[in-house]
């Protein structure tokens, strides 16, 4: 079974930074792309970021990109998420995503195990 557990959210102004970890145990972690995905109440689950299995290969949403970067170190089975420039239409929580496939998927039903989220709040 496979248990991932997202940290680093927080409260931050406007124009600040978060940094998310996201923890994976259960199966060989390198051999998996990780997605991240964020969520508001009433709204639909948006799409982040995703890395690739080795990490050459990274994705992000329209809303993300140039500010957002997702990273991953195998060799500590975690996956990053470098926010910059936050929004408060950034709040949201924040959900880390293992898909079964070692490639990018954008839908959320490409991934199969799911953290329990962290919450990410930016003030204006």
């Known amino acids: 079974q496979v248990e991932l557990v997202e940290s680093g959210g927080g409260l931050v102004q406007a124009g600040g930074s978060l940094r998310l970890s996201c923890a994976a145990s259960?199966?060989?972690?390198?051999?998996?792309?990780m997605g991240w995905f964020r969520q508001v109440t009433g709204k639909e689950r948006e799409f982040v970021a995703a890395?690739?299995?080795?990490?050459?290969?990274?994705s992000y949403g329209d809303r993300m990109k140039g500010r957002f970067t997702i990273s991953r170190d195998n060799a500590k089975n975690t996956v990053y998420l470098q926010m910059n420039s936050l929004r408060p239409e950034d709040t949201a929580v924040y959900f880390c995503?293992?898909?079964?496939?070692?490639?990018?998927?954008?839908?959320?039903?490409?991934?199969?195990?799911w953290g329990q989220g962290t919450q990410v709040t930016v003030s204006s």
């Open positions: 890395i690739s299995r080795s990490g050459g290969n990274t």
């Open positions: 259960g199966r060989t972690f390198n051999s998996y792309a």
């Open positions: 995503a293992q898909s079964d496939s070692g490639t990018i998927w954008y839908s959320g039903s490409k991934y199969q195990y």
